[in-house]
């Protein structure tokens, strides 16, 4: 069984910084993606970013462009979310995910492995 396990949230003021981690317990051969997605309060799941293990490519939502970075260390086995400029919006529990395609997830959790924990990002003055 494969499991996720967020770390890295806090609060923090508008343009500030965050790097979140994802531990990841394994990886099976075709797990191709690695996602992060969000639920901000009294809203439902959101997609934020994908990351392509093997092409390197990388998926953006709109509203985080040129703000956030996905990046995964194989060593570790470790995924981030390097979050610059916070906003307010940003304001959410983040959680990760792995798969064999390149899913977004929105309003429910539609990805192959479990919903972790999450780690909750607070962006307020």
């Known amino acids: 069984q494969v499991y996720m396990v967020e770390s890295g949230g806090t609060s923090v003021q508008p343009g500030g910084s965050l790097r979140l981690s994802c531990a990841v317990s394994a990886l099976t051969p075709n797990w191709e993606y690695l996602m992060w997605a969000r639920q901000p309060p009294a809203r439902g799941l959101e997609w934020v970013s994908n990351l392509n293990l093997r092409s390197g490519n990388q998926y953006y939502r709109d509203s985080i462009k040129g703000r956030f970075t996905i990046n995964f260390d194989s060593a570790k086995n470790t995924l981030y979310l390097e979050m610059n400029n916070l906003k307010p919006e940003d304001t959410a529990v983040y959680y990760c995910?792995?798969?064999?395609?390149?899913?977004?997830?929105?309003?429910?959790?539609?990805?192959?492995?479990?919903r972790g924990q999450g780690t909750q990002v607070t962006v307020s003055s």
């Open positions: 995910a792995a798969g064999r395609y390149n899913v977004n997830c929105y309003h429910t959790w539609c990805y192959e492995t479990p």
